[in-house]
């Protein structure tokens, strides 16, 4: 059972470039959200999606975009980067059984180095 | 708005009892949780507690709730090595989205 799967896992990008992070759950939950970790700031919301077809702005939403492609998967774009950009992005999911407790299943997380 | 405060480092000797503290601001949270992130590796859930309850044990963990000061802390007894890590404290959002209010993390160190 993986869990929530997050791929890549480290990528190091140039300013302006663009790139998708990619984000697959096999626990059937209807939420998924993107975060990024800051030092000192704990976890900041990006946008998430309370169900497929659905995704709404979070925290911070400026220089990302989202798709909810399935109910599986959930991706992240930066269409151009920045390095205000750099660092640690974590998708997380919930529903299924525990739904009424609102608990989270997080990825491993990718470490995202702007230049 | 809704926040959550947790104080960003804590340092003990193995074998002793450590205590996380942490602050939130709504009131109408339903749960309240403990998530632990070790180096290098994404959030697992530790434990939570509902709003309606006191207290909670599981373990070495123990989780206080006190409502009226909006106070949640998480207490672990004869702390191990292995216990170094960052501990955020969440609240559910009062959207009433799924979304989850995390503090800022308290590293925890623990010296040999």
């Known amino acids: 059972n993986a869990g929530v799967t997050q791929t890549p896992k480290f990528q190091v990008l140039k300013t302006g470039q663009s790139m998708t992070l990619q984000c697959a759950q096999d626990m059937n939950h209807n939420s998924m959200y993107w975060y990024r970790q800051d030092p000192g700031m704990g976890l900041r919301l990006i946008y998430y999606s309370a169900s497929e077809g659905t995704t709404d702005k979070g925290e911070v939403p400026n220089g990302y975009n989202v798709s909810r492609l399935n109910k599986r998967e959930f991706s992240l774009r930066l269409e151009s980067a920045a390095p205000s950009q750099t660092s640690v992005y974590f998708c997380?999911?919930?529903?299924?059984?525990?739904?009424?407790?609102?608990?989270?299943?997080f990825g491993a997380g990718t470490r995202l180095s702007v230049l | 708005g809704e926040d959550v405060e947790q104080s960003l480092f804590l340092s003990v000797r193995e074998g002793d009892s450590s205590v996380i503290n942490c602050t939130y601001t709504?009131?109408?949270?339903?749960?309240l949780y403990w998530y632990k992130q070790e180096p290098g590796a994404g959030l697992q859930l530790l434990t939570y507690?509902?709003?309606?309850?006191d207290m909670k044990q599981d373990q070495r963990l123990t989780v206080l709730l006190n409502k009226k000061d909006k106070h949640l802390s998480l207490r672990i007894a004869d702390t191990q090595t292995g216990d170094s890590a960052i501990y955020f404290c969440a609240e559910t959002s009062s959207s009433n989205t799924g979304k989850l209010i995390f503090g800022q993390g308290t590293t925890l160190q623990v010296k040999p």
């Open positions: 507690i509902f709003s309606n309850m």
């Open positions: 709504d009131s109408s949270s339903t749960y």
């Open positions: 997380a999911s919930s529903g299924g059984r525990q739904w009424t407790k609102n608990i989270q299943y």
